[in-house]
Every structure is written in structure tokens, then in C-alpha cells.
T-cell receptor
Framework: NAGVTQTPKFRVLKTGQSMTLLCAQDMNHEYMYWYRQDPGMGLRLIHYSVGEGTTAKGEVPDGYNVSRLKKQNFLLGLESAAPSQTSVYFC?????????????FGAGSRLTVL | GQNIDQPTEMTATEGAIVQINCTYQTSGFNGLFWYQQHAGEAPTFLSYNVLDGLEEKGRFSSFLSRSKGYSYLLLKELQMKDSASYLCAVSDSNYQLIWGAGTKLIIKP
């Protein structure tokens, strides 16, 4: 039972480059989330999805785009990376709203933008 | 604004008891979560409180007082593997989670 799988685990980008982080879950969860985690700060929600084909903005959506074409996958894209996007990114999923259900997290993706 | 406060770092001794506090000010309240996060790993669920009082789960207990906007996580019989960050998160009126910055717990032999 893999749970939530994120790829890649590590990536170094140059300013202006683009990339996509992939999140896959095998728990048939409706809700999926992308968070970023920075030192001294709580997890911040970037975008989330409440079901296949839906996406919504979280607390810090600027500079990111997402897609949920299949229920099990949630992609996070950076069109033009900036040093401020250096962070650890976590994908999570849940059977219902995050505030009423347990989140299952992926192992994280560490992104460095030079 | 919405705010979650927890101590940045705490140190405790193996075998002892430690209490990690969390205070919150949020727009609405639909429960409080505690997650554990070992260094370089994903957060994992520890506990959920929505009513006042103490919830016990093995060596870990979590307490909530909604009137005081306060919770604590109590860890007993500390083990070295309990060295981790402990994240407090509050569910607001829209069932969105507001996260604290986490408390790094260091266990010494």
C-alpha cells in the first residue's frame, strides 16, 4: 500500500525554468492538496482539489498552477521558477475536507531555485 | 487574523514526560489536530480533538479547552524515537486547516 507518492524527491532549477511535481495516491481519496513548508513557518496551502477535474486556490497560489485530470493524480506546476519558491513541497490527500479528516502526506519534494 | 502559537523548540530527557502547548485564534473552530514530523519525513497524524477534555492514546495524550483557545500534547515515557517536530493545526469555520510552525522536540539520553 503505497499511500501518497511524490516525484521527484529533489530538484534544482535555475530562475525562470519550469517544472512539474507529480503526486499520486492509491487510497481513492477525493481531496488532494499541495503544501509548501518553509523554516519557521507552518505548512501553507498552495492549491487543492475536492475531486477529479476540480482545483481551487489556497493561501499562497501565486506562481503555481495545478491540474487534477485523474482522481489519483494531482500535478503542481511552476511556469517560471523564482528563488522564493525554494522550499519543501508536500502533497497530501484525504477522504473529505482537511479540517474534518486525517491527511495522508507524501514524503516531500525538496526544490531549490538558484 | 488567524494565528497558531507553539514553542519553537523543547528539550526533554528519555523516560520523562513533556507537554507541548498550542494556543490559537481562528475564525471559527471545527477541531484541532496534532501531527508528528520526523526530520526529512512527512507529517503523520497523532490526534484530533473537537470537544473539551483529554484524549489518551497510549503514551500520547491531547487536551483541548475551546474557551481558552488552548491545547496541549502530552508525551509520557519519552523514547529517543520521539525526537521530532510536533505540528498543531486548527480547523476553521470553512474546515480549512491553519497550521502552527511546529515544535521541535529534542530528547536527550
Amino acid at each position: 500500500n503505497a499511500g501518497v507518492t511524490q516525484t521527484p524527491k529533489f530538484r534544482v532549477l535555475k530562475t525562470g525554468q519550469s517544472m512539474t511535481l507529480l503526486c499520486a495516491q492509491d487510497m481513492n481519496h477525493e481531496y488532494m492538496y499541495w503544501y509548501r513548508q518553509d523554516p519557521g513557518m507552518g505548512l501553507r496551502l498552495i492549491h487543492y482539489s475536492v475531486g477529479e477535474g476540480t482545483t481551487a486556490k489556497g493561501e499562497v497560489p501565486d506562481g503555481y498552477n495545478v491540474s487534477r485530470l485523474k482522481k489519483q493524480n494531482f500535478l503542481l506546476g511552476l511556469e517560471s521558477a523564482a528563488p522564493s519558491q525554494t522550499s519543501v513541497y508536500f502533497c497530501a490527500s484525504s477522504s473529505g475536507a482537511s479540517g474534518a479528516n486525517v491527511l495522508t502526506f507524501g514524503a516531500g519534494s525538496r526544490l531549490t531555485v538558484l | 487574523g488567524q494565528n497558531i502559537d507553539q514553542p519553537t523548540e523543547m528539550t526533554a530527557t528519555e523516560g520523562a514526560i513533556v507537554q507541548i502547548n498550542c494556543t490559537y485564534q481562528t475564525s471559527g473552530f471545527n477541531g484541532l489536530f496534532w501531527y508528528q514530523q520526523h526530520a526529512g519525513e512527512a507529517p503523520t497524524f497523532l490526534s484530533y480533538n473537537v470537544l473539551d477534555g483529554l484524549e489518551e492514546k497510549g503514551r500520547f495524550s491531547s487536551f483541548l479547552s475551546r474557551s481558552k483557545g488552548y491545547s496541549y500534547l502530552l508525551l509520557k515515557e519519552l523514547q529517543m524515537k520521539d525526537s521530532a517536530s510536533y505540528l498543531c493545526a486548527v480547523s476553521d469555520s470553512n474546515y480549512q486547516l491553519i497550521w502552527g510552525a511546529g515544535t521541535k522536540l529534542i530528547i536527550k539520553p
